[in-house]
């Protein structure tokens, strides 16, 4: 049966590990990607930030700098030391003021003469240094009724100043400001930008992670596939064989001379054990393999499952027997519902199988099957209790997975492979139902499954 790449694609998406490998690929990629892109962002906007910052600190000690001079001649000469006619004030220069060796103020102006008892605050006190650059944050809504920005209730200054000698003596001292939101504001406005992009190349990165990741899980699917087709070909190929072996020690069974020879008989007997094991073992992992390959669902019909359940029952009463373990069926007399006959019968025949294999002598196995509403739903519930060895709470779990078993060695004296279970699982879910176990270790298990009709 051949089936495009596409189609198996998406039967294999259902398939719990693969699935998870490539949306832990998927998410891998998109962290490695948006790692680079935060980097990259960092970067570009610190870089900016340095850029922006050394240059605006650079114009504001030239500017300082030119006006220091012309203070300075005009405090030599002892006028007042304006530099009103040439200095128009604007964000570029917020603010100046010179004070003299003692600190009073001698002249000064600002963009907001509001402000001038807080700038001269804030001012107080410093004794500047030629490289020092001040930042400040002034909250100036009380100072400052904005009219223009009803929003801008705060300014960010930088501020820079110069003491003036007249040769060894210290004769005051230039304060100059600058007003800096605008590259606040910028910097403000590049981040809500990044943030912007950041959320668009996450829905990118994830989208070109999930293509690649499809792309990785290519080749790991193309020999997966040829794996579970080889598994299913492979049991089909060794049934054929395996029952005409088992045929033939039928008829050397029927041999007098054998019969009569302890010996061969002896052996003959352990072949055909050992040959039943194996068709049992390729009849599972061939219903495994093809569970697997099987993109046509179950064919379901409505039908009498308590007639069912007495036939299964009846064909274990010899695996009962052996051990003198009692068995109990609780059904209604009659039970239509709806499902695959042959796989139901399997799923009732594991469990029934496992329940009297791991129960010692003498012990009582009760299968019950009722039709339950829950949440208004019809629901076939399945309740398959055995007074056995029972099983950890933290193997509950596993022993659905193929191939395993609690206790290796039992499992193997009993003729388990650690498949019927992984088979039941397979079967309810392809009912749509689900399965779980409970029960304490030593005082028996109780499997309930759950089916929706
Ligand atoms: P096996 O063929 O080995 O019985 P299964 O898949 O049917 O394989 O079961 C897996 C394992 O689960 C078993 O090896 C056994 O350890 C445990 N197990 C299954 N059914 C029971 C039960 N009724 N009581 C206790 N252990 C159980």
Do not use: C
């Amino acid at each position: 049966m051949k089936t495009s790449l596409y189609s198996r694609w998406n039967l294999l998406k259902n398939l719990n590990l693969i699935s998870r490998t490539q949306w832990r690929l998927t998410m891998i990629y998109t962290g490695i990607l948006m790692l680079f892109l935060i980097l990259f962002m960092v970067i570009v906007y610190f870089l900016l930030y340095g850029v922006i910052v050394s240059s605006q600190e650079d114009q504001l000690k030239k500017l300082v700098d030119q006006e220091v001079t012309v203070i300075k001649q005009k405090l030599i000469k002892g006028k007042t030391p304006s530099i009103q006619n040439f200095v128009m004030l604007s964000d570029e220069q917020f603010f100046y003021y010179v004070v003299d060796a003692k600190g009073n103020l001698l002249t000064g102006d600002e963009l907001y003469h509001h402000l001038r008892p807080k700038l001269y605050q804030e001012l107080e006190g410093w004794n500047p240094d030629p490289k020092e650059i001040r930042y400040e944050n002034l909250d100036i809504s009380y100072f400052v009724p904005w009219k223009e920005d009803p929003n801008k209730r705060n300014i960010d200054l930088m501020m820079a100043g110069r003491k003036i000698y007249k040769g060894n003596q210290f004769i005051g001292i230039l304060y100059v400001g600058k007003s800096i939101s605008n590259r606040v504001e910028l910097f403000d406005w590049l981040l809500n930008i990044f943030a912007i992009l950041l959320v668009f190349f996450s829905f990118v990165a994830f989208f070109i992670s999930y293509f690649m990741s499809k792309r990785a899980m290519s080749p790991i699917i193309k020999s997966y596939m040829k794996q579970r087709e080889f598994a299913a070909d492979a049991s089909h190929e060794l049934r054929t064989p395996l029952s005409v072996i088992l045929s033939s020690i039928n008829a050397l069974e029927m041999e007098k001379p054998l019969q009569e020879d302890e010996f061969s008989n002896s052996v003959l007997s352990n072949m055909k054990y050992e040959v039943k094991r194996m068709i049992k073992l390729v009849g599972d992992l061939l219903t495994l393999a093809r569970s697997d390959a099987e993109n046509t669902k179950l064919r379901k019909e409505v039908f009498d499952l308590h007639e069912l359940s007495k036939k299964v029952v009846h064909s274990v009463e010899t695996l009962a027997d052996e051990k003198r373990i009692t068995l109990k069926l609780n059904a209604p007399a009659k039970l239509f519902v709806y499902g695959n006959r042959a796989r139901l019968d399997q799923l009732l025949y594991i469990l029934l199988e496992n329940a009297i294999k791991y129960s010692p002598e003498e012990a009582e196995v009760k299968l019950e099957l009722t039709l339950k509403n829950e949440d208004k739903n019809k629901m076939l519930v399945i309740l398959v209790e055995d007074q056995g060895i029972g099983i950890k709470p933290e193997e509950r779990e596993r022993i659905f997975e193929r191939f395993y078993r609690t206790d290796k060695s039992r499992s193997k004296q009993l003729g388990g492979h650690g498949l019927g279970l992984a088979i039941a699982k397979w079967i309810v879910e392809s009912h749509s139902g689900w399965i779980h176990v409970e029960g304490k270790s030593g005082k028996g298990s109780v499997f309930t499954i759950k089916i929706p009709q």
